[in-house]
């Protein structure tokens, strides 16, 4: 019996990656009967023919999680791409990722791309905002090769989904990670971007320096329907110091003597970020009065 990571998944077939070879698998039976379907990053035990190189998933180890755009387990982190000019930054959209991925339960770390182009270095205050979450902030260039030892350091040995916008950099980024890359991840971006809606699997790929990226970006769209309101203030990592509201189910909006209302007060938590946070927390209680 052998272990192994599961890479890539095509009509009923699994590729499994011991670290030694990669062996083609078929799953048991059984999963089916129990409903349990792999998923590409998903850790097997496999039964496997050393000369063939083919065999059978034997057990699927306990994920710690599991995403659904793409369909991946065992997620290690995610890499929020934004451009800090050329677009320029949106902070709703960047706020709104950060969201996803905390609800995932992701460690997230935020890259921003092409700062060669901001010369009055605007990006500052958005990575000092995100600094102060906190949040892990890598600042690169592809142009100016600037921050790209950063950045492979954050990838090494991780498994990592790249999320944000198309036209932030993550094509380019990758393929200094490790040449060759590009075509590939490039290609399916594009395709996603056109709209055209084929369902197709993802793909880890290894990093020849060890760790693995997704081959498809995450959070192609953004649902953010499914989070009770009373849940939202989780999804704020900022927040969290300062919860002792007088009340135990404390929504932080009109409610009195409320912890977080005072950090806001005192300038310990962004305006931008508790404005973001109302906003999301108007949306989730009208979604919930239609429900
Ligand atoms: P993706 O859609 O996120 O994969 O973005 P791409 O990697 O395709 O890049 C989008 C465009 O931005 C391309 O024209 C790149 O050449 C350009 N670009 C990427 N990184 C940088 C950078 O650091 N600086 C500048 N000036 N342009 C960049
Ligand atoms: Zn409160």
Redesign the pocket.
């Known amino acids: 019996m052998k272990t192994g990571v599961i890479t890539k998944g095509i009509g009923g077939f699994y590729y499994v990656d011991t670290g030694e070879a990669i062996y083609e698998c078929r799953a048991r039976g059984k999963f089916r009967l129990m409903d349990i379907s792999p998923l590409v990053g998903d850790v097997v035990d496999i039964e496997v023919d050393d000369v063939s190189k083919k065999g059978y998933m034997l057990e699927i180890h306990t994920r710690s999680n599991e995403m659904v755009r793409p369909a991946i387990a065992n997620v290690d982190q995610v890499m929020v791409?934004f451009?800090a000019k050329?677009p320029d930054i949106n902070m709703t959209l960047l706020q709104k990722f950060l969201i996803y991925a905390e609800q995932v339960g992701l460690n997230i770390v935020v890259c921003i791309?092409?700062?060669?182009?901001d010369e009055n270095q605007d990006y500052k205050a958005v990575m000092e905002m995100l600094q102060s979450i906190p949040y892990k902030v890598i600042t690169?260039?592809?142009?100016?090769l600037i921050g790209i030892d950063d950045l492979k350091l954050a990838l090494k040995d991780k498994t990592t989904v790249f999320a944000?916008?198309?036209?932030?950099?993550?094509?380019?980024?990758l393929n200094l990670v490790q040449e060759g890359l590009m075509l590939k991840?490039?290609d399916l971006?594009k395709k996603i971007d056109r709209g055209t809606h084929t369902t197709r699997h993802a793909e880890l790929i290894n990093l020849n320096m060890g760790g693995r990226v997704a081959d498809t970006p995450g959070f192609t769209s953004l649902e953010l329907n499914n989070i009770e309101p009373e849940m939202l203030e989780e999804l704020f990592p900022e927040f969290r110091k300062y919860k002792d509201c007088k009340f135990t189910r404390c929504l932080h909006d009109s409610e009195p003597q409320c912890g977080v209302k005072a950090a806001l007060q005192d300038g310990k938590i962004s305006t931008m970020r508790y404005d973001y946070y109302l906003s999301l927390l108007k949306e989730l209680k009208a979604i919930r009065r239609y429900k």
């Open positions: 791409v451009a050329s791309n092409k700062i060669d182009l690169t260039s592809t142009k100016k944000g916008p198309s036209g932030a950099g993550k094509s380019s980024l991840i490039g971006s």
